[in-house]
C-alpha cells in the first residue's frame, strides 16, 4: 500500500503555524483576545485534521478559513499593532496553500475516494473467471485485478454505483478452498470504452477466505 506524499502532510500542517504563533504572543505576554483562540488556535486546528483525513468539507472549509483569516488582516492593516512580517508571511501561506490543494489532483482526492490510493489494499493484476448475479440473471466476466478489500472485473455489464452483487472467484491453484463466494459492493465504474468494468469491494469476508485470497496473491508476487 502506498502512501501519502510528505508534501501532502506539509501543506495540510502549513496551517499550524496559526496557533504556533498565537501561543508565542501568549507566552510573551501580549494579549490575545478570547476571538483570537478560536480563529487562529481552535479552526487551524480543525482545518488540518479534516485536510489530513481528506475531507471534503475541509476542502470547502479552507477557502472559507482564508477569506476569514484574509478579512482580519486587511483590517489590521492600517492599525497602529499591525506587523508587516506577519500579515506577510499570511498572505504566502494563503497564495501556496490554495495553489495546492486547487491544484487538480488534489482536489480529486477530496472528491473521488476510489484515488485515495493509501486507504486502499494493493492489488495484483490476474486474468481469471468470475462469476456474477445479480438478481436472477448470471454473468460470466473476466477478473482483472484483486486484493484483499476488492476487485476490478471488466465486463459490459456494468452496475450502479452502491449495488450489491454475488460474487464467486474461483482459485486456480489449492489455496484451502476452491473458491471465494461473497458479496461486493460496486464503488466504481470505468467509463473506459477499452476496459469497461467496475470496481468492487468485498462485504463480509470471512477469515478463512480472506487467507486464501492472500495465499493467492502470495502465490502471483
Same mark, same amino acid.
Given at each position: 500500500?502506498?502512501?501519502?506524499?510528505?508534501?501532502?502532510?506539509?501543506?495540510?500542517?502549513?496551517? #499550524?503555524?496559526? =496557533?504556533?504563533?498565537?501561543? *508565542?504572543?501568549?507566552?510573551?505576554?501580549? =494579549?490575545? =483576545?478570547?476571538?483570537?483562540?478560536?480563529? $487562529?488556535?481552535?479552526?487551524?486546528?480543525?482545518?488540518?485534521?479534516? #485536510?489530513?483525513?481528506?475531507?471534503?468539507?475541509?476542502? $470547502?472549509? #479552507?477557502?472559507?478559513?482564508?477569506?476569514?483569516?484574509?478579512?482580519?488582516?486587511?483590517?489590521?492593516?492600517?492599525?497602529?499593532?499591525?506587523?508587516?512580517?506577519?500579515?506577510?508571511?499570511?498572505?504566502?501561506?494563503? #497564495?501556496?496553500?490554495?495553489? $495546492?490543494?486547487?491544484?487538480?489532483?488534489?482536489?480529486?482526492?477530496?472528491?473521488? =475516494?476510489?484515488?485515495? *490510493? *493509501?486507504?486502499?489494499?494493493?492489488?495484483? &493484476?490476474?486474468?481469471? %473467471?468470475?462469476?456474477?448475479?445479480?438478481?436472477?440473471?448470471?454473468?460470466?466476466?473476466?477478473?482483472?485485478?484483486?486484493?484483499?478489500?476488492?476487485?476490478?472485473?471488466?465486463? %459490459?455489464?456494468?452496475?450502479?454505483?452502491?449495488?450489491?452483487? &454475488?460474487?464467486?472467484?474461483?482459485?486456480?491453484? %489449492?489455496?484451502?478452498?476452491?473458491?471465494?463466494?461473497?458479496?461486493?459492493?460496486?464503488? *466504481?465504474?470505468?467509463?473506459?470504452?477499452?476496459?469497461?468494468?467496475?470496481?468492487?469491494?468485498?462485504?463480509?469476508?470471512?477469515?478463512?477466505?480472506?487467507? !486464501?485470497?492472500?495465499?493467492?496473491? !502470495?502465490?502471483?508476487?
Amino acid at each position: 500500500m502506498r502512501r501519502r506524499p510528505l508534501v501532502f502532510f506539509a501543506a495540510s500542517t502549513v496551517f #499550524l503555524c496559526f =496557533p504556533f504563533l498565537l501561543l *508565542w504572543n501568549y507566552f510573551h505576554g501580549e =494579549p490575545v =483576545p478570547s476571538s483570537d483562540w478560536v480563529l $487562529y488556535g481552535l479552526l487551524p486546528l480543525l482545518l488540518t485534521v479534516g #485536510l489530513i483525513q481528506v475531507s471534503k468539507v475541509a476542502w $470547502y472549509t #479552507l477557502f472559507g478559513f482564508i477569506f476569514i483569516w484574509g478579512i482580519q488582516d486587511f483590517r489590521n492593516v492600517g492599525s497602529e499593532e499591525a506587523n508587516l512580517v506577519s500579515i506577510i508571511s499570511h498572505l504566502v501561506i494563503y #497564495l501556496l496553500s490554495l495553489s $495546492y490543494f486547487i491544484n487538480p489532483r488534489i482536489r480529486r482526492l477530496y472528491f473521488d =475516494p476510489k484515488l485515495r *490510493w *493509501w486507504r486502499t489494499k494493493e492489488r495484483h &493484476e490476474t486474468h481469471g %473467471p468470475v462469476i456474477l448475479k445479480s438478481g436472477d440473471k448470471f454473468y460470466y466476466p473476466t477478473l482483472k485485478n484483486i486484493s484483499e478489500g476488492g476487485c476490478f472485473i471488466e465486463t %459490459p455489464h456494468t452496475k450502479e454505483i452502491a449495488d450489491v452483487l &454475488e460474487i464467486t472467484i474461483p482459485f486456480p491453484i %489449492p489455496v484451502g478452498i476452491s473458491a471465494v463466494q461473497t458479496k461486493g459492493e460496486v464503488r *466504481w465504474v470505468s467509463d473506459n470504452p477499452q476496459r469497461m468494468g467496475m470496481g468492487v469491494q468485498f462485504l463480509g469476508l470471512s477469515a478463512e477466505q480472506i487467507a !486464501a485470497i492472500k495465499q493467492f496473491l !502470495a502465490y502471483q508476487s
